[in-house]
């Protein structure tokens, strides 16, 4: 398969805590992008990083890619109960073809 | 700023009935459109994209079809639904740079063919 694997399948942990998502994939990158979804609803772009880039902040997100390892990850720190959702990675590796994760389930107990 | 219109948001069908879904995209001139298909619990699939009207490119071969009349609407059709084209259909945009570039998806349409 061309898609990225996630790890955890599902993660449930308390308010405050953090959340940390794990990707990997198999083949060559030119960015590694994650997304957010929430039950029922379209995809929300996150954060793109690059493959010259090792680390990204937004927020209460980081990202950091390790292309070496070709592995992926995404932290939520201080999660709120707003942050429960699907998170997938996806891999833009050229061309038009962005290739998803079957993606992490995250819940977050108030 | 730039917005994504798709609908319907739910839609049941019967088998061998055609199929339409629309999106269309507001702010932006010239997006790469996408339509996605996302089974339960699954990562998303692409369908088809195009870079241009009447440009349409399929990455699965299947009974679905895509246009682009014009610049802002992509269209997804079927002449006959099976059951397997059960599914929720995501419709995105991205900027010039393809894969290279950030999508941007409408709320889906959750089709049920029974």
């Known amino acids: 398969s061309q898609q990225g694997e996630e790890d955890p399948q599902a993660l449930s942990i308390q308010e405050g805590e953090n959340a940390t998502m794990n990707c990997s994939y198999k083949?060559?990158?030119?960015?590694l992008q994650w997304y957010r979804q929430n039950s029922g609803r379209g995809l929300v772009h996150l954060i793109l990083?690059?493959?010259?880039?090792r680390e990204k902040h937004s927020g209460r997100l980081r990202v950091t890619l390790d292309t070496s390892k070709k592995s992926s990850s995404l932290l939520i720190t201080a999660s709120r109960a707003a942050d429960t959702a699907s998170y997938f990675c996806?891999?833009?590796?050229?061309?038009?073809?962005?290739?998803f994760g079957a993606g992490t389930r995250l819940f977050v107990k108030a | 700023s730039q917005t994504i219109h798709q609908w319907p948001a739910t839609l049941v069908q019967p088998v061998g009935s055609p199929l339409s879904l629309e999106c269309t995209v507001e702010?932006?001139?010239?997006?790469?459109l996408y339509w996605y298909r996302q089974a339960a619990g699954r990562g998303l699939q692409l369908l088809f994209y195009?870079?241009?009207?009447?440009?349409i490119s399929s990455e699965v071969p299947q009974n679905l079809s895509a246009s682009r009349p014009q610049d802002r609407q992509f269209i997804l059709s079927s002449k006959k639904l099976l059951l397997s084209d059960s599914g929720f259909y995501l419709c995105?945009?991205?900027?010039?740079?393809?894969?290279?570039?950030?999508?941007?998806f409408g709320n889906g349409t959750r089709l049920t063919v029974t």
């Open positions: 990083i690059r493959s010259n880039e």
């Open positions: 996806a891999r833009g590796a050229g061309g038009f073809k962005t290739i």
């Open positions: 702010g932006t001139s010239n997006p790469n």
């Open positions: 995105a945009w991205s900027g010039p740079g393809g894969s290279d570039s950030p999508l941007h």
């Open positions: 195009s870079v241009g009207i009447g440009q």
């Open positions: 083949t060559s990158i030119n960015n």
